[in-house]
């Protein structure tokens, strides 16, 4: 039984710097693709950040590059998002999801979120 478990999240100033963790359970964690979505209130839910499973190669979103850090310790089975210069507008849900193989748009398996607040 597959389980990817967020955590990290909390209440911080803007500008500020959270780092969110997923830890996975359940799957050949090197063979996963892992990445980040959010989901503010009343919004659907958006990409913002993948790290491939082979050659962790990354990707992020327009809204958060340069701000926001995807790594992978597969030794631990974890995936990390480090945010930096935290703004109001990156408060959501945020949710680690994972898919065998390469990134693509079907993600197989999804945590239960991490509440990221910014406060201005």
């Known amino acids: 039984q597959v389980q990817l478990v967020e955590s990290g999240g909390g209440l911080v100033q803007a500008g500020a710097s959270l780092r969110l963790s997923c830890a996975a359970s359940?799957?050949?964690?090197?063979?996963?693709?892992m990445g980040w979505f959010r989901q503010a209130p009343g919004k659907e839910r958006k990409f913002i950040s993948a790290i491939s499973s082979s050659a962790g190669s990354t990707t992020y979103a327009a809204s958060v590059k340069g701000r926001f850090t995807i790594s992978r310790d597969d030794a631990k089975n974890i995936v990390y998002l480090s945010m930096n210069t935290l703004k109001p507008e990156d408060t959501a849900v945020y949710y680690c999801a994972a898919v065998w193989g390469p990134p693509r748009a079907d993600w197989g398996y999804w945590g239960q979120g991490t509440q990221v607040t910014v406060s201005s």
């Open positions: 359940g799957l050949t964690f090197i063979h996963y693709s």
